[in-house]
């Protein structure tokens, strides 16, 4: 196996970011699933990417069925690990998931100095300090954003923009599996078992649904934030792990009465020298970011001496949100400047007009008769139409308020009926005119 | 003036993180308020940044009434600015804010080679992006995570763990106060100014906060985080900025009836090869994360093409939140291996029992009189306290679920309670045994 010492990493991307390689990085692609498609999706689609990063090999077992016609002709496809090897790739995308035999191509991969990127939340949890090892004596790196939480980036920012506080406890809600079938057995007060067999068919639980529901997933994931944000590792069998299995619809009668809801909960703590982890169903408040959290989403806390409580969130699996966190990681290897690295630029911006959106209109109003007739003509006058008007009782007739909401416009034209509004001599105040944000996606 | 070209930043902090700086780098801080002091006193605080950070000047004007015995006395302290870059800084940490004469402070000490990390957002909207060329052409940095989101890592999530998506949508709430009295009036029905008059009380709001109120302060950290989100930059002037100062109780009532709140959202999309900015209130729905966002913290949301929508939330403001935000920066400039870079290392982990906690344990039990008698005796053996008996109505004699919770205590007196509880025949299931998460702070 050969051992090359050149290293097609560049070896600048901190300080000297904007010294980026000379030639793209040389990328290859183990595993073809939902996730390395959508990472080979991004990298065709996203032409600015072509002079850091070259997509050289895709390899899947039974490789045939997978050719897609999108992907570029000079990419090879194979189903010969050695031939990817063979091959030079400066980096090795590694989303095929389980510890073998990917953890033995993960080794020859680092041994002969590729950078490797990998979402193996159970290689790392297994191996994660011997990868690390291993990718040091051979100079480069084995990198892991997609790892936990999806297209969250944990990573980046516990790893980073939390280094400046010394963090005591990180929890979450990792597995998007459990969190679905909790969370609507929260709403529609069933037992898990018709929940889970409508999981099964919607896609969000595997037909054999063990890993997710007993916590082995979440726990493998929590491993990986604890050697993220406390350097330490943990192994696998140190974390105790609790089925979600047991929980009843009863449970949740009882957890309402008390404020709360039932999650599956992965957590980590600092505990004088040591530290104490588990993963499995807990009661949290409902009003708390764990309670709040619905279906397939990941949201995590970290708490650290000085800056209190931090969290994040968003889709923590599926093929895209985990693909941009393997594709930041490329660029991370290929020398992207940092934020505040020499070479960051602020080009000038073109400035462009609202999209269309809803608005709240408020009036206030001396009351009499004919008022709304005159402001529906002049918004009618624009294109502009009306959805809602909402009158509540209780207010003085000579500053009367009163609110119109309209459908989607765009805003110079609401402005230009505000202003024919405005000459109206009915006002006791100016209107109040306010967008209204993403009510469609509510 | 001198421009030595000497480069105390570590340039090799990416790819070869473990090649830290051979000597600690020097920083001054300019500006002791709750920030800087701070700032300090994590330096102070953390023995284990010594070999990497060494604060060496701190200067205030008055420097004299700032003194603190916390400080070591190695430290200058001074009022003269000359005098602290002539000292040649590795570092130079802003903290004082506003644009003149910081902005003139700062191009010194990047025109001499200085790095230098700042949470000032204004100078950052009005001069960033000569700021950022003139550190490039002096092989230097400027770096600047305090200056938008307090702790919440926004710009190290954003930049670096999200560089592999095309963004199309930065949102947020990014001023404390304005959330502090929007969210207040929302649950008082008070009008804006007596909350505005408390929060003076509280600390919450300034003397003068139009800054705040009126969207400048919000305007500038969205002009940084376009920046960062897209590379361009937004003139401050080129975003419509509308005051919350219109916003009545009559508005929370109609919002309501709309199934929203209100917020003061900062918010920049891009539109075609343009982007359109604003900030200023706007109705949010009362479930969404803006909607829910509550008193002074901050939530920012991002939308990517592939990821969908992430958020990142925390404490805004505050001076150990926001000097968290300054210490990341430095260590990352001090050469901090990062996450999966050479260097890394997760070393073995101490296991540690887990802290005392308040339990939700759940019975089902074949109904029969001293049932309750027998459990609490059970755990009062282990010296476990009561706190609540839960029984609902409704469900079957034979197998009868009811609830007890039991105040703090250890894991392994609760497993002996239960163990000995186990051992009587009215179970018609196992007993169940939660932890109950955080019920004390919600």
Redesign the interface.
């Known amino acids: 196996m050969s051992t090359t010492s050149r290293?097609p990493?560049?070896?600048?991307?901190?300080?000297?970011?904007?010294a980026v390689t000379r030639h793209p990085l040389r990328v290859a692609i183990l595993g073809f699933g939902t996730v390395g498609a959508?990472v080979a999706r991004?990298l065709v689609e996203?032409p600015e990417l072509a002079g850091r990063l070259e997509l050289t090999h895709i390899f899947n077992r039974d490789v045939a069925r997978k050719r897609a016609a999108w992907v570029p002709a000079s990419v090879q496809w194979t189903e010969d690990i050695s031939e990817v090897l063979a091959s030079k790739p400066d980096v090795v995308v590694e989303v095929i998931g389980g510890v073998d035999p990917v953890g033995g191509w993960v080794r020859r991969a680092l041994e002969q100095g590729a950078a490797v990127v990998t979402a193996n939340k159970m290689l790392l949890a297994a191996q994660?300090?011997a990868l690390?090892?291993l990718?040091?004596t051979r100079?480069?790196?084995?990198?892991?954003?997609a790892a936990v939480g999806?297209?969250?980036?944990?990573?980046?920012?516990?790893?980073?923009?939390?280094?400046?506080?010394?963090l005591t406890r990180v929890?979450g809600i990792l597995n998007g599996t459990s969190n679905y079938v909790l969370s609507r057995m929260a709403r529609s007060d069933e037992d898990m078992a018709p929940v889970l067999d409508d999981a099964r068919t919607l896609g969000y639980a595997e037909a054999d649904p063990s890993a997710d529901i007993d916590g082995d997933d979440a726990g493998a994931k929590l491993v990986v934030l604890?050697?993220?944000a406390?350097?330490?590792?943990?192994q696998l069998s140190?974390i105790p792990r609790r089925s979600i299995r047991?929980?009843?619809a009863?449970?949740f009668?009882?957890?309402r009465?008390?404020?709360?809801t039932?999650r599956q909960?992965a957590?980590v703590?600092a505990?004088?020298?040591?530290?104490?982890a588990?993963v499995?169903?807990?009661?949290?408040?409902t009003?708390?970011?764990?309670g709040?959290n619905e279906g397939a989403n990941n949201v995590v806390t970290i708490v650290?001496k000085?800056?209190?409580?931090?969290?994040?969130?968003?889709?923590g699996a599926?093929g895209?949100?985990t693909?941009?966190?393997?594709?930041?990681?490329?660029?991370?290897?290929a020398?992207?400047p940092?934020?505040?690295?020499?070479?960051?630029?602020?080009?000038?911006?073109?400035?462009?007009?609202?999209?269309a959106r809803p608005y709240?209109l408020?009036f206030?109003v001396q009351d009499a008769p004919g008022i709304l007739a005159s402001i529906a003509t002049s918004l009618a006058g624009q294109g502009i139409n009306l959805d809602?008007v909402?009158q509540?009782p209780g207010?003085a007739k000579e500053a009367l308020?009163f609110?119109i909401?309209v459908e989607a416009c765009e805003e110079a034209a609401l402005q230009a009926a505000l202003r024919e509004i405005g000459e109206a001599d009915f006002h006791a105040e100016?209107p109040?005119a306010?967008?209204?944000?993403?009510?469609d996606e509510?």
Do not use: N
């Open positions: 290293s990493v560049d070896q600048s991307q901190g300080a000297k970011g904007a959508s991004i996203r994660g300090p690390l090892h990718a040091a100079g480069t790196q084995i990198r892991f954003e999806g297209g969250v980036p944990l990573i980046h920012g516990v790893r980073e923009g939390l280094a400046g506080d010394v929890a604890a050697g993220i406390f350097r330490r590792h943990l140190d047991q929980i009843s009863a449970d009668r009882y957890a009465k008390l404020g709360c039932i909960i957590m703590e505990q004088g020298t040591g530290f104490h588990f499995g169903p807990a009661l949290v408040p009003q708390s970011s764990f709040r650290g000085y800056g209190g409580e931090s969290s994040f969130s968003g889709a599926g895209p949100a693909a941009v966190a393997v594709v930041s990681d490329l660029l991370a290897l020398g992207q940092r934020a505040g690295d020499v070479g960051e630029e602020w080009l000038p911006a073109i400035v462009a007009p609202a999209p709240y408020r206030v809602a909402l509540e207010f308020p609110v909401t100016l109040l306010l967008p209204m944000l993403w009510t509510s």
